[in-house]
């Protein structure tokens, strides 16, 4: 499957959801937001909610600091 992730299109070979892709990235224990398709997906919603091939997916990750 093909997704644009952050602006770029990359192919997602057995990625059927938002957490698996997540996962895939080594984001699973990272605090971040994810937006497909223009909307926001919350966290109780990434493994129910199914990722199709050309799908725009932003993904942001918090970075603490002071």
């Given at each position: 499957?093909?997704?644009?992730?952050?602006?770029?299109?990359?192919?997602?070979?057995?990625?059927?959801?938002?957490?698996?892709?997540?996962?895939?990235?080594?984001?699973?224990?990272?605090?971040?937001?994810?937006e497909?398709?223009?909307?926001?997906?919350?966290?109780?919603?990434h493994?129910?909610?199914?990722?199709?091939?050309?799908?725009?997916?932003?993904?942001?990750?918090?970075?603490?600091?002071?």
């Amino acid at each position: 499957m093909n997704i644009i992730l952050n602006g770029l299109t990359e192919a997602f070979p057995g990625i059927h959801s938002v957490a698996e892709l997540i996962t895939h990235l080594g984001y699973a224990d990272k605090r971040i937001a994810v937006e497909l398709n223009g909307e926001i997906v919350p966290k109780s919603q990434h493994a129910s909610t199914a990722l199709q091939d050309g799908d725009t997916i932003e993904i942001v990750v918090a970075v603490g600091g002071g």
